[in-house]
């Protein structure tokens, strides 16, 4: 039997479908779990993913509501024992105000309002995002360097924190293992490589045991290769498009994004 991955769906989460669909990709069985359904019933799941979108419409700050969901409380224990939790954008804003991630008790970080020079508010583009050395396990068997571009939609994205040198500490302790990189592969220094303003051009943050993982670019955008933007250049780019002259049947094959749910799944597989 697949390990089963509790999709959770807060009013206003709008990707549970598209989570779902890849995680069934990869071999794992999800199932969309409703925030109206009892708390205890999360203990029952392998994994968890919380999914974009805008939990309780963004009130007050993106993902603060959420994150005070007796939900969490039940998802912390599950960590806590070792479980995988996976937040894209809006769960990731959720894991963050939860203070599962980084972790270590309290709330270290802040996803911020993006930081753009004149403009603001709301932002979407196609990124590049670097992997970096990590034993985060969603990652952790994509090589170091690994360049994979992804689609980020969000207007607080900004990973940061109010205390100095805190994110510089997650990068040395493998804490950071994606990071926003320009067309050469460098990290990125400034906007629009760096899509938010993040510090150190953070554009995933884990915490110190590598199971929780809040991540900004939405992977689950960019499962096949007939789904990248024209403008994604580079070898995947290339790959598109050979793909494309070669017919619907090929654009379906796999597509940067898809290495995420890989991970998870090549997880419980080494786990068993």
């Known amino acids: 039997m697949s390990a089963r991955i509790a999709v959770l769906q807060f009013p206003g989460v709008n990707c549970e479908n598209e989570s779902a669909r890849a995680l069934a990709m990869v071999g794992l069985e999800p199932e969309v779990f409703r925030a109206t359904r009892r708390a205890s019933d999360l203990a029952a799941f392998d994994g968890y993913l919380l999914p974009g979108g805008w939990s309780y419409q963004d009130r007050v700050r ?11 409380d039940v998802l912390a224990e599950q960590a806590a024992a070792g479980k995988p939790v996976l937040g894209i954008c809006n769960g990731a804003q959720v894991l963050v105000e939860a203070g599962l991630v980084p972790g270590g008790g309290g709330i270290s970080l802040a996803l911020a309002r993006n930081r753009m020079p004149q403009r603001s508010g709301y932002y979407a583009r196609w990124v590049r995002c670097r992997i970096e050395p990590s034993e985060c396990l969603f990652t952790r068997n994509v090589p170091v360097g690994t360049m994979l571009p992804l689609p980020i939609a969000h207007g ?7 205390k100095r040198g805190a994110m510089a500490a997650l990068l040395e302790r493998g804490q950071m293992p994606m990071r926003y990189a320009d067309v050469a592969g460098e990290v990125a220094s ?16 884990c915490n110190s045991a590598g199971n929780v993982l809040a991540m900004m670019p939405h992977p689950e955008r960019t499962l096949s290769l007939g789904a990248l933007a024209r403008s994604v250049g580079g070898e995947w780019g290339a790959r598109r498009d050979e793909a494309l002259e070669r017919g619907d049947e090929a654009a379906w094959a796999p597509a940067p994004g898809l290495a995420i749910f890989a991970g998870l799944a090549s997880h419980f597989e080494v786990a068993r």
Request: proline share 9%.
């Open 156 to 162: 607080e994205g900004r990973f940061t924190s109010a």
């Open 190 to 205: 400034e906007f629009p490589d760096d899509p938010n303003g993040a510090e150190l051009a953070a554009a995933a943050i």
């Open 62 to 72: 993106a993902g603060v509501l959420a994150a005070k969901d007796p939900l969490l």
